[in-house]
């Protein structure tokens, strides 16, 4: 997924200057900027999670039609946001055309970014952008961040790349692709404590779960992650992992919405027993060639849950 910033983030027009909502958006962008460093910083990734496609055309655009430049009262202070703000970004920059395999010069309006907030001329570059990705490749999906009551409106002008997805967002929790901290490189139980607070995060948006849940407390025994390395977790596809997460989610959060949560026998951990329960990842598999059983055992102890085993193909050999 290619991830693009809002440019209504970093400029905006005289008036919106004027009427000083820009305090507003770089706050919501410098909170968003922080949240994301924190959880790359907790799982080892630092500028590596999230990125933003830019190009210095739009960059050029956004330092032109700054108006800061010219209040003379609000300069000092604004420069110091924009430069701290803009420094942290740029460490974020995947700039675009970089061994692009479209040519920057014939590029085909595929998008069009309007706002009553940004400069047209920012908005147009923006679109080029959007555009010359889309072209370079159509078969990735795109994620827009803007800042909430002041999004700058994306619009696709042509039926050609029906299938290409846009996701336009104001939470930065949809940017996070979690089945990447179960990846071989990142996999902790930091990551994982990451993954399943974002999946919660991510499942209050779509509707899933209600904001006012809290989640218990939990803790790894060191056969969990013996059971993931030996099970080869790290090597299942995307979906998978995100399954994954999402049922650890619903563990963690006492939200049974389809893990199936039972009791299923004992659990003995030194030398004392303890009621096993079970919950599925598929509980059958995830279609005709794939038949899997697969599910995550776990106890509790002292009140808090206490994550034992996992185990991809419970039913194997019956």
């Excluded at 395999?101 to 923006?126: H, M, Q, R």
């Excluded at 996999?187 to 948006?205: G, K, L, T």
Aim: charged share 25%; aromatic share 14%.
């Amino acid at each position: 997924m290619k991830n693009y910033l809002d440019p209504a983030y970093l400029v905006v027009n005289d008036t919106t200057w004027v009427s000083r909502i820009y305090t507003y958006i770089f706050t919501c962008l410098n909170n968003d900027i922080n949240y994301i460093e924190e959880v790359e910083r907790k799982t080892g990734t630092l500028y590596k999670i999230i990125r933003f496609k830019f190009s210095e055309a739009l960059l050029s655009e956004v330092y032109n039609h700054n108006p800061f430049k010219n209040e003379p009262t609000v300069e000092k202070f604004y420069l110091n946001v924009f430069s701290k703000i803009l420094s942290d970004l740029s460490r974020r920059f995947d700039w675009c055309p970089t061994n692009c395999e479209v040519s920057n010069n014939i590029i085909s309006l595929i998008f069009s970014c309007e706002s009553d907030y940004i400069p047209a001329k920012v908005g147009l570059e923006c679109a080029k952008l959007m555009s010359q990705c889309a072209l370079c490749n159509y078969k990735d999906s795109f994620a827009f961040l803007s800042p909430t009551n002041y999004e700058t409106e994306v619009q696709m002008n042509t039926d050609s790349l029906s299938n290409l997805e846009i996701l336009k967002t104001t939470s930065v929790y949809q940017l996070f692709d979690i089945s990447h901290f179960l990846d071989k490189d990142i996999i902790s139980e930091n990551s994982i404590r990451v993954a399943v607070d974002i999946c919660y995060r991510q499942s209050v948006i779509a509707g899933r779960m209600t904001s006012n849940l809290q989640p218990q407390e939990y803790i790894f025994d060191n056969n969990f992650f013996r059971t993931l390395e030996t099970t080869k977790l790290t090597l299942e596809d995307n979906d998978y992992k995100q399954k994954f997460i999402d049922s650890l989610s619903q563990i963690i959060y006492a939200n049974d919405i389809g893990i199936r949560l039972h009791k299923y026998g004992k659990i003995i951990i030194n030398k004392k027993k303890y009621d096993k329960y079970s919950a599925d990842v598929f509980q059958m598999g995830r279609g005709i060639n794939d038949r899997r059983c697969s599910r995550i055992f776990f106890c509790k102890i002292n009140n808090q849950i206490c994550l034992y085993e996992y185990n991809p193909d419970f039913h194997a050999g019956e």
